[in-house]
């Protein structure tokens, strides 16, 4: 099974529809990350979690929200979604102790038509 | 702020042969410097990493990259390719306690037979 387990892995929505991304890890690692992917652009940071209580947002959070139910889980939500949105989101994981390695998941497609 | 540049898309390389992806970094203050592979439908796997020592890092699947402080640049190489290696590579930075990833733009890399 996946350390870092990304659900769904594809997923196609209207404009305006609010949409959730869901990631869990069995790592046990306290940092998650939320990433995402366009052809040419490499992988952007939207939002980071360094434990339960603490959220910040990365380099491009407008028009997304997280929730970090848990150690384990954490969620990345398009509030009503828009097509520029359309893009491969990456969660990934990262304990202190590990020399800032992150562990990612497969990957979510998502599609906004 | 810290900036990671590959200078190339794309490149192709015949199958045995030798190949060097490039990565130029930025930064005022001292940083770790990572590789990460991503092949088709998969997540990111770390490749190898530099975090202080020896500037020449051995990786997985027998790569390699030097830290080369003078230059800014961390440039990753591979004696004899195989088709296997088909893949993007993403070169990244991050301050050290930052616990945040950089990410290149990402080379393609293709091999063929």
Known sequence: ???????PRNRITKTGKRIMLECSQTKGHDRMYWYRQDPGLGLRLIYYSFDVKDINKGEISDGYSVSRQAQAKFSLSLESAIPNQTALYFCATSD??????????AGTRLSVL | AQSVTQLDSQVPVFEEAPVELRCNYSSSVSVYLFWYVQYPNQGLQLLLKYLSGST?????????????KSQTSFHLRKPSVHISDTAEY????????????????????????
Not at chain 2, 98 to 110: H, N, P, S, V
């Open chain 1, 1 to 7: 099974d996946a350390d870092v387990t990304q659900t």
């Open chain 2, 56 to 68: 020449l890092v051995k990786g997985i699947n027998g790569f390699e990259a030097e830290f080369n």
């Open chain 1, 96 to 105: 202190f102790r590990g020399g800032e390695v992150q562990y990612f998941g």
């Open chain 2, 90 to 113: 993403f070169c990244a930075v991050s301050v050290p306690g930052a616990d945040k990833l950089i990410f290149g733009t990402g080379t393609r890399l293709q091999v063929f037979p």
